[in-house]
């Protein structure tokens, strides 16, 4: 996978955007203003979601958020290829989203990528990886610092490195 003029481009300008324009304005009241910019830059966001001022997002384009979905403080966000929330996902503080990697089996260690997709009520606790190519399952919640590496099936808990089944998440009414 080679990155193209255009998306370099892009990615030059959205820094700048982000530096001048979307860090410097933390308070949750600017989330409107942050949503605004990325939505500029070709994100997917829906009512009541949103991204943190201190998120990093390396490709808006690439970005798609459902209701009331959003992407917490110090969160890395590095969507070569989409990273898409369903509804009502959380994704916590300091973790890592990542979409592209190189193929170690090729001796010029190409560039490769693979979307991200959270499912509807995903829950990523905070400081968790979540590799390339993985699906999070619609009410699946990932516990802090775990790595993820494998799709995670519906209605689950699962933790540590790597990520394996803790317990089946049963909602209380």
């Given at each position: 996978?080679?990155l193209s003029?255009?998306n370099?481009?892009g990615?030059f300008?959205w820094n700048?955007?982000?530096a001048?324009?979307f ?8 989330s409107p203003w942050?949503?605004?910019?990325l939505?500029?830059?070709g994100a997917?966001l829906?009512k009541g ?5 201190s998120c ?11 209701e ?5 403080p110090q969160?890395?966000?590095?969507n070569?290829?989409l990273?898409?929330?369903g ?8 973790s890592?989203?990542?979409t592209?990697s ?8 190409t560039?490769i990528?693979?979307p991200?997709?959270?499912e509807d009520?995903?829950w990523?606790a905070a ?6 190519g993985v699906t999070?399952?619609q009410?699946?919640v990932?516990?802090a610092r775990?790595?993820v590496y494998k799709d ?7 933790g540590g ?13």
């Amino acid at each position: 996978m080679i990155l193209s003029k255009k998306n370099k481009i892009g990615r030059f300008i959205w820094n700048i955007v982000y530096a001048l324009l979307f860090r410097p304005f933390p308070s949750k009241i600017f989330s409107p203003w942050r949503s605004f910019l990325l939505s500029l830059f070709g994100a997917k966001l829906k009512k009541g979601s949103g991204v943190y001022a201190s998120c990093k997002i390396w490709a808006p384009w690439n970005l798609e958020l459902g209701e009331n979905s959003w992407l917490g403080p110090q969160v890395d966000c590095y969507n070569v290829a989409l990273v898409k929330l369903g509804n009502n996902c959380t994704v916590s503080q300091k973790s890592y989203l990542c979409t592209a990697s190189h193929d170690i089996y090729d001796k010029n260690h190409t560039l490769i990528a693979a979307p991200i997709i959270l499912e509807d009520n995903a829950w990523i606790a905070a400081d968790v990886y979540i590799n390339m190519g993985v699906t999070i399952g619609q009410g699946a919640v990932v516990g802090a610092r775990a790595s993820v590496y494998k799709d995670v099936e519906p209605w689950i808990v699962v933790g540590g490195n790597p990520a394996k089944f803790i317990k089946k998440r049963e909602m209380k009414n």
